[in-house]
């Protein structure tokens, strides 16, 4: 059984930065790609950053190139996600995700086997 507990998130104004962590459990989960999803209110779960289980590579949505970064530490396991010159757009509850079973197209959130309770991010103007 896998595990995953987010933390890092809070308030933040615009222009800054904040860093996610998501910590995973289970046997399986350091072989996994580990992805992070995000929920804003009134609006579809949406796809964020992925990272395959070597950690060599990263995808992104592009709302967030340039400013987001995705890493893993697999001795842990966790994944972080590194995100910078933060906009009041990115408020969301923020989701990590594990793809253990499911080899389907990484953007897809029903492509993915087990996720965290979520973690919230609120950018201010």
């Known amino acids: 059984q896998v595990q995953l507990v987010e933390s890092g998130g809070g308030l933040v104004q615009a222009g800054g930065s904040l860093r996610l962590s998501c910590a995973a459990s289970g046997r399986t989960v350091s072989m996994a790609p580990l992805a992070w999803f995000r929920q804003a209110p009134g609006k579809e779960r949406e796809f964020v950053a992925r990272i395959d289980w070597r950690g060599g590579s990263a995808s992104y949505a592009d709302s967030v190139k340039g400013r987001f970064t995705i890493s893993r530490d697999n001795a842990k396991p966790t994944v972080y996600l590194q995100m910078n010159s933060l906009e009041p757009k990115d408020t969301a509850i923020y989701y990590c995700?594990?793809?253990?079973?499911?080899?389907?197209?990484?953007?897809?959130?029903?492509?993915?086997?087990?996720w965290g309770q979520g973690t919230q991010v609120t950018v201010s103007s």
């Open positions: 995700a594990a793809q253990v079973y499911n080899s389907g197209t990484y953007y897809f959130q029903n492509n993915y086997d087990y």
